[in-house]
């Protein structure tokens, strides 16, 4: 079993629908909780970032941590195509020393069609 | 603010040449950078992570001579491709963190895409 499990995709979805993404993990030394961005052939770019369990919203953007069943979400609502990327779910745990490591899915392909 | 930049964005080069990636915080100090490789339709593996002035610690399966890093300064790292074979061809991404800035944000680089003929 790997340590962080995400859907692949792809997922496409009209405008405007609400989009739910999501990831498991086995570890459970991990702490801290992401999910980025990313573009064709472009670097991740950090959306959310949560440490406890439950909710955090930020604009059109939710993300939910429930560490009881090492499960996060992605809510993203009125969808744009503006949003069609790769989106990963990343978790980081300590790795040695003062040291964390990211551990990343493996991405969910957004298209949101006009 | 906290942005990362890479050079090159791209390269080609002939099989047993080695290569160098640059790796830049622009506008904060970073005590720690990481190297990434993603393949095609996967997901961001990490190589290595390095702290400033200190020697690089390498992930399981990941070849220390091969791949070279270098972290002299808190703004620069480099990862040296050494001998590349078309089975390195991938798109290297490096991260930087500011451990004063908290443990959890790492800011990524638009990434370099390698291509060994």
């Known amino acids: 079993q790997k340590e962080v499990e995400q859907d692949p995709g792809p997922l496409s979805v009209p405008e405007g629908a609400i989009v739910s993404l999501n990831c498991t993990y086995s570890?459970?030394?991990?702490?801290?909780f992401m999910w980025y961005r990313q573009y064709s052939r472009k670097g991740p770019e950090l959306l959310m970032y949560t440490y406890s369990s439950g909710n955090k919203e930020d604009g059109r953007f939710t993300a939910q941590v429930d560490k009881s069943s090492k499960y996060i979400s992605l809510f993203i609502r009125d969808s744009q195509p503006s949003d069609s990327a790769t989106y990963l779910c990343?978790?980081?745990?300590?790795?040695?020393?003062?040291?964390?490591?990211?551990?990343f899915g493996k991405g969910t392909l957004l298209t949101v069609n006009p | 603010g906290a942005v990362v930049s890479q050079h090159p964005s791209w390269v080609i080069c002939k099989s047993g040449t080695s290569v160098k990636i640059e790796c830049r915080s622009l506008?904060?100090?970073?005590?720690?950078m990481f190297w990434y490789r993603q393949f095609p339709k996967q997901s961001l593996m990490l190589m290595a992570t390095s702290n400033e002035g200190s020697k690089a610690t390498y992930e399981q399966g990941v070849e220390k001579d091969k791949f070279l890093i270098n972290h002299a300064s808190l703004t620069l790292s480099t990862l040296t491709v050494t001998s590349a074979h078309p089975e390195d061809s991938s798109f290297y991404i490096c991260?930087?963190?500011?451990?004063?800035?908290?443990?959890?944000?790492?800011?990524f680089g638009p990434g370099t895409r390698l291509t060994v003929l």
């Open positions: 990343a978790m980081s745990a300590r790795s040695g020393g003062s040291n964390y490591k990211l551990t």
């Open positions: 991260s930087a963190e500011n451990r004063l800035a908290g443990a959890y944000e790492q800011f």
């Open positions: 570890n459970s030394a991990f702490q801290y």
């Open positions: 506008d904060f100090q970073a005590t720690t």
